[in-house]
């Protein structure tokens, strides 16, 4: 009785106790050494999207001989597919050419700093040591990147990596091409319900439980590991709100299969969510609007405004920063302003869903900023008066005396017509919260013990960005560690 009552305190602290407490009887779903395999592979990896896709492909490339993709919907990527597939590194080549000088050092101090020093350290130090390597990584495989970098928004520093394709089609393409090479199976339309460990919360992981969209259950081995890439859980509203009800009535961008169940089967073979609260939201369409728009990627030539035409805050801010100050006006969305010169330096994607919301109305173009005001419904003097200020002190200036936005994003004006804006609300985008890892990226219990066979890469885990995630960092957070969990996979003793 002692020692049940103990690890039931144990899991409350966590924040989990009711959930451990409820499948406490449940072990033969989820403990049992003895069950009826269905069938039996080296390495089981939960997830087909970036972090995932990087596992398999690493471990092949270790020496795996075995490997099963597994991925609830009906296609692979992720979110990795529909990100804007930015990747932050400090890059030896490209940087230096655009006169930038950045360090992994650099990129390290500002990403703890971004997060207020919540993420742990020894992750984000391998986190960013290893940006470069992802990328060199990537373009082994075929991945093709500019020969430019620049600062997303929320990424702090001019060292975006930018897709030749646009968003994530590009890491979809050559992780699927190099998976087929390497002989992985990856199959869709296959949920994982439940992991399975020897004991409920002691041995090996040696297993996953499987929900085919129809059919039975079927229960698939792992001699080596299993990886969790499962994602975050922004598309479960109740999570969500729990853990930040600040998000209330806010939708998502992500797509419906961030839902948590994987991490929460985690939990009920003994492993330790941390950072749950850490919430982030990002540009999307406001509430009663269709479309999620987007003008803001590039901060040097953007800004965003309220109705009154007032700038509302420093472009190049943190995320948490940047909704705040949208969330804070009155009316609880703004807008993004651009010229002719910052929106065709979109991809086509981007342009193309610019043109579909002019539409219906949630986007506007026009030859000058008074026309387009009008057009936005936006006081067409605050505007101008906005503008004119931008351009002919800020940027003249190479100084922001109202939001102090870097000089680095001050050199391009926003005169070049035509203009554009979109609407600019708030959508959950990225759940910091999740799986507590080393830097093996494997899965560790509350005690912070390793859990044999268990790793997780991804937004799964949790512990790495801290309060707020610096743009740029979530693609490189999924094949850094995609990487590093897929490897240490393959080297497991079967």
């Given amino acids: 009785m002692t020692a049940n009552l103990t690890r039931r305190r144990m899991l409350a602290a966590a924040g989990i106790g009711t959930a451990a407490a409820a499948f406490s009887g449940a072990a033969s779903a989820q403990c049992r050494n003895d ?36 991925e609830k919907l009906a296609f692979t990527g992720g979110n990795t597919l529909i990100a804007q597939g930015f990747i932050n590194a400090a890059d030896p080549v490209r940087q230096p050419r655009q006169g930038i000088k950045d360090s992994p050092e650099n990129h390290m101090k500002q990403t703890l700093a971004a997060g207020d020093f919540r993420g742990d350290p020894e992750r984000v130090k391998v986190l960013c040591d290893n940006a470069y390597g992802a990328i060199t990584w990537l373009e082994s495989l075929g991945m093709k990147f500019k020969d430019n970098v620049i600062q997303i928004f929320g990424a702090l520093y001019p060292r975006s990596h930018i897709p030749a394709l646009p968003k994530g089609q590009g890491y979809g393409t050559v992780l699927t091409k190099a998976t087929k090479e390497l ?5 869709t339309g296959l949920g994982v319900t439940e992991i399975i460990r020897e004991e409920q919360f002691a041995g090996r992981v040696i297993g996953v439980k499987v929900q085919p969209a129809k059919g039975p259950a079927r229960f698939i081995r792992a001699t080596k590991a299993v990886v969790l890439a499962a994602g975050g859980f922004s598309g479960n509203r109740y999570l969500r709100e729990l853990h930040d009800p600040r998000v209330k009535g806010l939708g998502t961008d992500n797509l419906p299969g961030s839902t948590g169940e994987v991490a929460m089967a985690a939990v009920r073979v003994g492993a330790y969510l941390v950072g749950m609260d850490f919430i982030q939201s990002t540009p999307g369409a406001p509430a009663g609007k269709k479309m999620k728009l987007l003008l803001n990627f590039n901060v040097n030539g953007s800004i965003y405004v309220d109705k009154r035409g007032n700038r509302i805050v420093n472009e190049g801010e943190r995320r948490d920063v940047i909704r705040d100050a949208v969330l804070g006006t009155p009316e609880r969305y703004g807008y993004t302003v651009c010229d002719n010169t910052n929106f065709m330096s979109y991809d086509a994607v981007n342009r193309k869903a610019i043109m579909e919301g002019i539409k219906i109305n949630e986007a506007w173009t026009a030859p000058t900023i008074r026309e387009l005001a009008e057009k936005m419904g ?117």
Avoid: S
Wanted: hydrophobic letters at 40%; one cysteine or more.
């Fill in 35 to 70: 069950l009826k395999w269905d069938e039996t592979h080296e390495i089981v990896v939960v997830g087909a999207g970036g972090a995932g896709m990087a596992a398999a492909v690493k471990a092949a490339q270790t020496g795996a001989k075995d490997i099963l993709v597994l």
């Fill in 183 to 187: 002989g992985v199976q990856v199959r």
């Fill in 378 to 494: 936006v006081d067409p003097a605050g505007l101008e008066k906005t503008i004119k200020r931008y351009n002919e002190v800020f940027v003249k200036n190479g100084r922001d005396d109202d939001f102090h936005k870097q000089p680095v994003n001050l050199t391009k004006r926003i005169e070049d017509g035509p203009f554009w804006a979109c609407y600019t609300g708030m959508t959950v985008h990225h759940t910091m919260g999740g799986i507590n890892t080393n830097v093996k990226a494997q899965a560790l219990d509350w005690e912070g013990k390793v859990i044999p066979g268990l790793y997780a890469a991804g937004e799964i885990t949790g512990g790495i960005h801290g309060t707020n995630r610096v743009g740029g960092n979530a693609v490189l957070d999924c094949f850094v560690f995609g990487q590093i969990a897929g490897e240490n996979a393959a080297k497991e003793v079967a």
